[in-house]
Nanobody, 124 residues
Framework: QVQLVEFGGGSVQAGGSLRLSCAAP??????MGWFRQAPGKGRDFVAS????????YYADSVKGRFTISRDKAQNTVYLQMNSLKPEDTDVYFC???????????????????WGQGTQVTVSS
């Protein structure tokens, strides 16, 4: 079992920035990603990153505004969110999936591990 612990959600005005963190204590070697979910809706892919950190994938809606990165020594993945918009308001979930970073958005139903979620609220 892999436990994913998220930090960094909160409230910000439109145009502002937030950074989310996801720690996997004692665990290495998993491709990881971020998803987000609005009340009553499914989880949408945001970004994913390979084990090496060299391969990164983004949803079109966040390209150029969000950056995913990882610190392998700390077993932590980050999501830097800039130029936030009210439509970015959601609960954000960290994910770890041995099947890989590429195509993670199409495998929501079979993701190996999820974090508990953290609320991001962007006001206009």
């Amino acid at each position: 079992q892999v436990q994913l612990v998220e930090f960094g959600g909160g409230s910000v005005q439109a145009g502002g920035s937030l950074r989310l963190s996801c720690a996997a204590p004692g665990r290495t070697g998993y491709p990881m990603g971020w998803f987000r979910q609005a009340p009553g809706k499914g989880r949408d892919f945001v970004a994913s990153i390979s084990v090496s950190g060299n391969l990164k994938y983004y949803a079109d809606s966040v390209k150029g505004r969000f950056t995913i990165s990882r610190d392998k020594a700390q077993n932590t993945v980050y999501l830097q969110m800039n130029s936030l918009k009210p439509e970015d308001t959601d609960v954000y979930f960290c994910a770890a999936d041995v099947k890989g970073a590429q195509g993670m958005g199409g495998r929501t139903a079979t993701i190996d591990y999820w974090g508990q979620g953290t609320q991001v609220t962007v006001s206009s």
